[in-house]
């Protein structure tokens, strides 16, 4: 285990922990979100960027997120967060993956594009002969420069876009099938005493 894992608990399993704690439940969801059911409500920005650095940094090892609330709720709250974490990363990855099939479509058809004014200009320069007219020459080396400026932003989209998005789309679905764990302020004071006393 490298040294930067080294600061994560891990439990019975073998399981690294990413630690996430609050005094209630609702710190963990936007403030701007508190009317909707909890299974929907969007997390808290802070505490999503959190998650998903904490996710990249794990990166191949198994994880569980562990919530410590100062005093638990109950049961069924416990179940609605667990869903709400869930449904908000699984949303995320609709999100990644609707953007990484937009990125393809376009891709491609930046790439058709690119070929058919590209085969234009061929044709065109084949058509005019020797000794084109310097307006044709304009158009034809116009053509021939608009082609390549498509086919590049069909190779862009694939060489610079696509791995980041398939890298998210994956480290989201890890996050939305992740499970959740909780802990309240006794359980961790126990803890600790028990680690001071062995």
Same mark, same amino acid.
């Given at each position: 285990?490298?040294? /930067?894992?080294?600061?994560? $608990?891990?439990d019975p399993a073998g399981n690294m922990l990413v630690d996430v704690s609050a005094s209630?439940? !609702? $710190? +963990?969801?936007?403030?701007f979100d508190r009317s909707s059911p909890y299974s929907r409500r969007d997390l808290d920005e802070n505490l999503v960027d959190y998650i998903i650095e904490c996710a990249? !940094? +794990?990166?191949d090892e198994p994880f569980s997120i562990r919530v410590s609330l100062a005093s638990p709720p109950h049961a069924p709250m416990l179940g609605r967060i667990k869903r709400g974490i869930s449904n908000y990363f699984a949303y995320r990855a609709e999100v990644e993956r609707r953007e990484h099939a937009q990125l393809i479509?376009? /891709?491609? +058809?930046?790439?058709?594009?690119?070929?058919l004014i590209l085969l234009v200009s061929?044709?065109?320069r084949k058509?005019?002969?020797e000794a084109? /007219?310097?307006l044709a020459s304009v158009l034809s080396e116009g053509l021939t420069v608009a082609a390549w400026v498509s086919l590049w932003e069909a190779?862009?989209?694939?060489?610079?876009?696509?791995?980041?998005k398939r890298k998210n789309l994956a480290l989201y679905r890890r996050l939305a099938a992740a499970e959740v764990v909780f802990s309240s302020a006794a359980d961790d004071l126990a803890a600790g005493v028990e680690d001071a006393n062995s």
């Open positions: 285990m490298t040294t /930067s894992l080294n600061r994560y $608990d891990k209630r439940a !609702e $710190d +963990l969801y936007n403030v990249r !940094e +794990l990166a479509r376009r /891709s491609l +058809l930046f790439f058709a594009l690119g070929l061929i044709w065109l058509w005019l002969g084109p /007219s310097a190779l862009a989209g694939f060489l610079i876009d696509w791995l980041p």
